[in-house]
């Protein structure tokens, strides 16, 4: 019997790798014809055709069509690659947000059923107040001085202020890979975190592959969405900012509000040794402050003690050396209970288990959202939580 070889159009191959942003030569070494495919020299039977979806996660029905699908981000797309929008989100990045809408849609139905009222916080500024004012107002806010404050090391300091910020009602979820799989590790190179606004349910995701001071200064610049009412995804450091109007001035006025949130210009100023040497003070600094030497840098030029020309140098300087420290490090997992209510929110997690133990919720969708698979660990988890199980 002739082997069934399928019609596939060259450029859907190209799409689906340039999509799962994989390379020619890598997805060579397990589809040896794949080159011919993309010339149409040669046909994939429909078991390779199948094969090649799953390696690239593109849905198989897509490889039918006559051209590729414009896939577009379920919420506003506030990312730059050098300071220009990135075009194809990846799967990897698709499916983390719809992961987050799905629980955030449960918790939203949670609040509702259970008689909460809204948050008063959300919605309840304007990306254009004056920015020490609106820093100030949203550390009183969240009381994030006094977390600040209760953070020894750089984890320690991430810990309180995560903490202080879901106290207040905000779901934050801080995962490096997609789910549990650590086969699909996030790119903070695409993302480095986005906020997902609702009067009952706002979350943040926080791209933990990111450095712990990336991480505060990602939180601190989702939860500014937050209290404006904007959902958006950004890789938002101190220096990239997208070129399109509005975004620019909210961007802008946010990453602004993120460094004031957690370097106040005043305390700075005052700390801030201008005679020093520049490598060792804003080290000395970043250490002081629980933030990125890059964040540093910014607040140096902020406080008048760099140019603008010296301090961007400084900044692509100190960017290349953290890039070239985070090459290759690793992660060591961590404890599983304790990994997977950073990556859920411990406030979602305690919600959702609670209300399974309860019979409004099906195990069945709880092991979804939670990613695991055996009621043991769901009652670990739940013992892990101080639940009563």
């Known amino acids: 019997m002739a082997t069934v070889r399928v019609d596939v159009q060259p450029e859907m191959f190209r799409w689906a790798r340039e ?28 078991k390779q055709l199948e094969r090649f979806a799953k390696r690239t996660r593109a849905p198989i029905g897509y490889f039918f069509l006559t051209e590729p699908p414009e896939e577009q981000l379920p919420i506003p797309d506030f990312r730059t690659i050098r300071d220009l929008p990135v075009a194809q989100p990846s799967p990897d990045l698709l499916d983390t947000i719809y992961m987050c809408q799905m629980r955030q849609d449960w918790y939203r139905e949670h609040m509702e059923a259970t008689g909460q009222d809204p948050l008063v916080f959300v919605g309840s500024m304007e990306a254009r107040g004056e920015v020490v004012v609106t820093a100030a107002a949203i550390r009183e806010a969240f009381a994030l001085d006094r977390a600040r404050q209760a953070g020894g090391s750089w984890e320690d300091a991430l810990r309180e202020l995560v903490r202080a910020i879901e106290d207040r009602g905000v779901l934050v979820m801080r995962n490096g890979v997609v789910g549990n799989n650590t086969h699909r590790p996030l790119d903070v190179r695409e993302f480095r975190g986005f906020a997902l606004s609702d009067p009952l349910a706002p979350l943040i995701f926080v791209n933990a592959k990111d450095s712990k001071a990336g991480q505060l200064f990602t939180l601190a610049h989702e939860l500014v969405h937050i209290v404006v009412g904007r959902s958006g995804v950004s890789d938002q450091s101190p220096r990239t900012l997208p070129q399109r109007e509005p975004d620019l001035r909210v961007e802008r006025w946010c990453n ?11 305390i700075f100023s005052d700390d801030y040794r201008r005679g020093a040497e520049l490598a060792d003070e804003m080290r000395r600094l970043s250490r002081r402050f629980k933030v990125s030497t890059l964040v540093v840098l910014r607040r140096m030029f902020d406080a008048g003690g760099l140019g603008r020309d010296e301090m961007w140098s400084a900044y692509d300087a100190e960017l290349e050396r953290l890039r070239r420290l985070g090459a290759g490090r690793k992660s060591d997992g961590g404890d599983f209970h ?21 019979g409004t919720t ?24 101080d639940l009563v199980l």
């Not at 999509?19 to 429909?46: D, G, H, M, Y």
């Not at 602004?256 to 005043?266: C, F, G, Q, T």
């Not at 411990?346 to 133990?357: D, E, Y």
């Open 338 to 358: 304790a990994t997977e209510a950073v990556r859920v929110s411990p406030r979602f997690a305690r919600a959702l288990i609670q209300s399974t133990l309860e």
């Open 19 to 46: 999509r799962a942003r994989l390379s020619l030569a890598v997805l060579e070494q397990a589809f040896p014809r794949l080159p011919e495919w993309e010339r149409q020299e040669a046909k994939p039977t429909l």
């Open 362 to 385: 099906l195990y069945r969708d709880a092991f979804h959202m939670l990613g695991i698979r055996k009621e043991k660990t769901f009652r670990d988890f739940g013992a892990e939580l």
């Open 256 to 266: 602004e509000v993120a460094a004031e949130i957690l370097v106040p210009l005043d």
